[in-house]
């Protein structure tokens, strides 16, 4: 009797997933048809919230890069969308675009500042570095200084000429925007640049060993990951239409929040985000009534987490049923002749 290998990276959890997401997103792209307005806002607060997880579980799952700053590029993405538009000229949708790059290309100079501190000092960091930026937008009179300003009249009708079809367009860029950045962490995990995060997630002093660049593995990663934060900042403040460095640089909303999605729903994984957004706004509309209590009930769930399951919601179903929803990985399949 011999043995034959074969090397798979799709399973059958994984192609059932894929009909199944297909459909979801059919049934989300037509939302706007059959959901009411408040239904809508709060499913693009879930899309805005799902793409900031992402991001930050690719930083700190992957590229071992634990920020408390990611609101830095949230605040600056929504501010180079309303000084485009406002005084540049630029159609907000185009604006909004262009916030997501020019958000990527000052993390440039911001990584060079962040990555000469490691551990907990880089955590602190990215936080400086993002109260830098509010109190540097607050000076700003022209964007109206510390009370913030709205985006005017004529700029939120060239988005569209009626309410609903403004809210519409909104609606189906934040639906595009969190499945790109699915698809981004999806792309990114199974290129050779996955390869390499992989192993620096698995020990980087062993992956050096080996020649990876992790320096410019975690460079690429910050990058990339803040050019994305920054384009959904810009969405954020798109549907708000106004915007003050309070509301754009919150540690709070912007950060805290997001972290406590990605360790709820388990770091490191695309999955994981999308179990833990889930699972916080069940929370939300559940407790969001109970005052100071609703933060400590979230506080005390992630720490029973953190020390009952260090991955997750979806580490303890991908251990038990050994699934992988988005497989970025290969599975040598072993069967007999």
Not at 55 to 84: C, E, N, R, T
Not at 204 to 218: I, P, R
Not at 299 to 305: D, E, L, P, Q, Y
């Amino acid at each position: 009797m011999s043995m034959s290998y074969t090397v798979q990276r799709s399973t059958k959890a994984s192609r059932v997933a894929m009909t199944v997401g297909v459909l979801i997103v059919i049934g989300l792209a037509l939302a706007p048809y059959w959901a009411s307005r408040g239904d809508l806002r709060m499913m693009v607060e879930i899309f805005y919230y799902l793409a900031l997880a992402q991001m930050w579980s690719l930083l700190a799952g992957y590229g071992g890069l634990v920020s408390v700053g990611q609101q830095a590029f949230v605040g600056l993405g929504g501010y180079m969308l309303f000084a485009l538009a406002a005084f540049g000229g630029v159609n907000p949708i185009l604006a909004l675009v262009l916030a997501g790059v020019i958000t990527a290309l000052v993390a440039i100079p911001t990584a060079f500042v962040a990555f000469r501190l490691t551990g907990a000092y880089f955590a602190i960091g990215t936080w400086v570095i993002a109260e830098v930026f509010r109190l540097g937008f607050a000076q700003v009179s022209a964007l109206g200084g510390g009370s913030g300003m709205s985006l005017p009249a004529s700029i939120v009708r060239s988005i569209a000429e009626s309410r609903s079809g403004r809210e519409h367009l909104v609606y189906w860029i934040a639906l595009a925007i969190a499945l790109g950045s699915i698809l981004m962490v999806f792309l990114l995990l199974r290129s050779r640049w996955g390869l390499a995060m992989t192993a620096i997630r698995d020990s980087e002093t062993a992956s050096e060993s080996l020649g990876v660049e992790t320096y410019v593995t975690k460079f690429l990663v910050y990058v990339a990951a803040a050019g994305m934060t920054g384009l959904v900042g810009a969405l954020i403040f798109l549907q708000k239409l106004r915007i003050s460095p309070d509301a754009a640089f919150s540690v709070q909303d912007w950060t805290a929040l997001v972290i406590f999605i990605v360790v709820i729903g388990g770091i490191g994984s695309i999955e994981g985000p999308i179990i833990g957004v889930i699972v916080f706004f069940l929370l939300r509309e559940i407790a969001a009534d109970w005052g100071s209590w609703y933060l400590i009930v979230l506080g005390g769930i992630a720490v029973a987490t953190m020390l009952f399951a260090p991955r997750g919601i979806w580490g303890l179903i991908s251990d038990k049923w050994d699934i992988n929803l988005f497989p970025v990985g290969r599975r040598l399949i072993t069967e007999k002749d």
